[in-house]
């Protein structure tokens, strides 16, 4: 059975830093792109950034220069730093590996 398990999340200060990990069992991690999405209360899920198996990362626009993926395939696990918190970055942060599936995500919330 695969499971994909985030940790990480938690309150924070705008400015501050976290960082989230999904870690990845019952499965061949190290052949699948991974991704970190996010849903903000009343809104759509987003892409937030991406990682494939070769090590080529994509993000959004709204986290450029702020957020950073990367997997370490020994631990099958993926990482997403993200630093420079804003209010805006409150959301529910979810793992994907694709197109197996997600994780149970977890909350993040930048507030003062």
């Known amino acids: 059975q695969v499971q994909l398990v985030e940790s990480g999340g938690g309150l924070v200060q705008p400015g501050g830093s976290l960082r989230l990990s999904c870690t990845a069992s019952?499965?061949?991690?190290?052949?699948?792109?991974m991704g970190w999405y996010r849903q903000a209360p009343g809104k759509q899920r987003e892409l937030v950034a991406t990682i494939t198996r070769g090590g080529t990362t994509n993000y959004a626009d709204s986290v450029k220069g702020r957020f950073t993926i990367s997997r370490d395939n020994a631990k099958n696990t993926v990482y997403l730093q993200m630093n420079s918190l804003k209010p805006e970055d409150t959301a529910v942060y979810y793992c994907?590996?694709?197109?197996?599936?997600w994780g149970q995500g977890t909350q993040v919330t930048v507030s003062s």
């Open positions: 994907k590996m694709d197109p197996v599936g």
């Open positions: 019952g499965i061949i991690f190290n052949i699948y792109t």
